[in-house]
T-cell receptor, first 117, second 113 residues
Framework: KAGVTQTPRYLIKTRGQQVTLSCSPISGHRSVSWYQQTPGQGLQFLFEYFSETQRNKGNFPGRFSGRQFSNSRSEMNVSTLELGDSALYLC????????????????FGEGSRLTVL | DQQVKQNSPSLSVQEGRISILNCDYTNSMFDYFLWYKKYPAEGPTFLISISSIKDKNEDGRFTVFLNKSAKHLSLHIVPSQPGDSAVYFCAATLSNSGYALNFGKGTSLLVTP
């Protein structure tokens, strides 16, 4: 069973540019979440999508946006890049939103490492 | 504001001994807690979880303990193996918030032979 696939794995951008990252979840998974990992802040929740709808959003500025397609694939976009946006962006997928108390695992991809110069 | 804190950035343990990783949280509304393990160049992988209605959950060599009054949880690994060397993240969430996990900054565990 293929895992969560993120593309591109590495990219370099300059300040002011915008970037789009892509995530293909595990087949059958309908929930996709995005996290930002930086050395100073650790892993921080960006947003979560289920059935093409954003259901949760973290405390990030509006420059960070995302969407989910009908096949559950997701993209996130960061506009007007700042140096502080340099980070590892992790996508995670899971089967469902609520699982009645059963362990609700997130399956993470390997991440897209963004460097902003 | 960091709602989940892992105050030990690193921990070194001998093979065969117990590893204890600690985690504190500030939001008393959190009702579901998870531990993830991360190897370099890989995404985090789910290890074990616990609901706030329990105070202990065990899975093989891994046991998570939850002390709600102290807002503290710990992960015990017994016996520790060199392959357990990784960064361990504690996460907490509200069960009605879906997958909006609040992560700690991680503890790097090194298990030496």
């Amino acid at each position: 069973k293929a895992g969560v696939t993120q593309t591109p794995r590495y990219l370099i951008k300059t300040r002011g540019q915008q970037v789009t990252l892509s995530c293909s979840p595990i087949s059958g998974h309908r929930s996709v979440s995005w996290y930002q990992q930086t050395p100073g802040q650790g892993l921080q929740f960006l947003f979560e999508y289920f059935s093409e709808t954003q259901r949760n959003k973290g405390n990030f500025p509006g420059r960070f946006s995302g969407r989910q397609f009908s096949n559950s694939r997701s993209e996130m976009n960061v506009s007007t890049l700042e140096l502080g946006d340099s980070a590892l962006y992790l996508c995670a997928s899971s089967l469902s939103f609520l699982a009645g108390g059963v362990a609700r695992e997130l399956f993470f991809g390997e991440g897209s490492r963004l460097t902003v110069l | 504001d960091q709602q989940v804190k892992q105050n030990s950035p690193s921990l070194s343990v001998q093979e065969g001994r117990i590893s204890i990783l600690n985690c504190d949280y500030t939001n008393s509304m959190f009702d579901y807690f998870l531990w993830y393990k991360k190897y370099p160049a890989e995404g985090p992988t789910f290890l074990i979880s616990i609901s706030s209605i329990k105070d202990k959950n065990e899975d093989g060599r891994f046991t998570v303990f939850l002390n709600k009054s102290a807002k503290h949880l710990s992960l015990h690994i017994v016996p520790s193996q060199p392959g357990d060397s990784a960064v361990y993240f504690c996460a907490a969430t509200l069960s009605n918030s879906g997958y909006a996990l609040n992560f700690g900054k991680g503890t790097s565990l090194l298990v030496t032979p």
